[in-house]
T-cell receptor, first 114, second 114 residues
Framework: DAKTTQPNSMESNEEEPVHLPCNHSTISGTDYIHWYRQLPSQGPEYVIHGLTSNVNNRMASLAIAEDRKSSTLILHRATLRDAAVYYC???????????????FGKGTHLIIQP | DVKVTQSSRYLVKRTGEKVFLECVQDMDHENMFWYRQDPGLGLRLIYFSYDVKMKEKGDIPEGYSVSREKKERFSLILESASTNQTSMYLCASAVWDKASREQYFGPGTRLTVT
């Protein structure tokens, strides 16, 4: 999977929007952008994914740059329960088998202040 | 909602013991995965299975084996536990769909081998 770059940590206040950036300048045309998060002492949790267009679901929104070299995960109104490590990864839709295994980088540690 | 459950949250075993970690998913997913997660090393794929009785090695299969006798159940076996297998073990499942391919994780089993 191609490499992504995220800030090590970010801090936000409760009930405010949070924008988590991810750079992926070597993204290929067949790579999907996936976001996962991991709360303390929990397994990772799928958040959202997209290919070219912006995506919304009940957890978050994903804004993808026109050239697809970067994306932003948006939490519209952060709560204390959103404090977690957020991972941005690329998944080639043409791969399969063992390549289906996920590889996380260091991610962004999101701190929410009450 | 997809539910992936693991047999234990915490487990303490002695060196040389045979250890069984069980994982069950309730969404009829074809693919199931076993990972271990260690500080500084991230998430590493041990084994995965794409169908009943089918298994493939991941990145670090040494010292482990797996069993998938039923579609919903995927077991990880440590044949002779060693202290370097002390880790957080995570099970995941996914539908066989290259367009989406999000994985759903269980809560994890923190295994300590003494």
């Amino acid at each position: 999977d191609a490499k992504t770059t995220q800030p090590n940590s970010m801090e936000s206040n409760e009930e405010e929007p949070v924008h988590l950036p991810c750079n992926h300048s070597t993204i290929s045309g067949t790579d999907y952008i996936h976001w996962y998060r991991q709360l303390p002492s929990q397994g990772p949790e799928y958040v959202i994914h997209g290919l070219t267009s912006n995506v919304n679901n009940r957890m978050a929104s994903l804004a993808i740059a026109e050239d697809r070299k970067s994306s932003t995960l948006i939490l519209h109104r952060a709560t204390l329960r959103d404090a977690a490590v957020y991972y941005c990864i690329l998944r080639d839709r043409n791969s399969g088998g063992g390549a289906d295994g996920l590889t996380f980088g260091k991610g962004t540690h999101l701190i929410i202040q009450p | 909602d997809v539910k992936v459950t693991q047999s234990s949250r915490y487990l303490v075993k002695r060196t040389g013991e045979k250890v069984f970690l069980e994982c069950v998913q309730d969404m009829d997913h074809e693919n199931m995965f076993w990972y271990r997660q260690d500080p500084g090393l991230g998430l590493r794929l041990i084994y995965f299975s794409y169908d009943v009785k089918m298994k493939e090695k991941g990145d670090i299969p040494e010292g482990y084996s797996v069993s998938r006798e039923k579609k919903e159940r995927f077991s990880l076996i440590l044949e002779s536990a060693s202290t370097n297998q002390t880790s957080m073990y995570l099970c995941a499942s996914a539908v066989w769909d290259k367009a989406s391919r999000e994985q759903y994780f269980g809560p994890g089993t923190r295994l300590t081998v003494t």
